[in-house]
């Protein structure tokens, strides 16, 4: 069950209606300029904050205890893996070809629609 606040965060004004952390568009743009509030890192689970614009979820590399460091590490070494395989995929078909990977959206399956049209046949006559 998500608990709403019931007093604006900058003002302390009571909240009505839809209002869920500010009273009014300008509290809302006072806690948007305030200095961000702490992040809980996604690989160590502790409190961080975070630096610079951006959705940063893990804790700043150079802040970051050993632990974390370590996390990140081997983060980055499993990312430079699945990199590497996506790089080495071959098409669905059996025809061999190296599948183009522009390391954007859903990896593709097939090297043409000629080789996807073809697999899609031979599974319906089976």
Known sequence: MVVYETHCAHCGDPLTGRQRRACSARCRKALQRTSPSLRTCKLCNQPFKPVGPGRRTVCPYEDADDYCQ???????DA???????LREAVCACGCGRALPY?????PPRFASPACKTRTYREEARS
Request: proline letters at 0%.
């Open 70 to 76: 370590g996390l990140q590490d081997e983060a980055e």
């Open 102 to 106: 522009s390391g954007r959206g859903r």
């Open 79 to 85: 990312e430079a893996i699945r990199q590497a395989q």
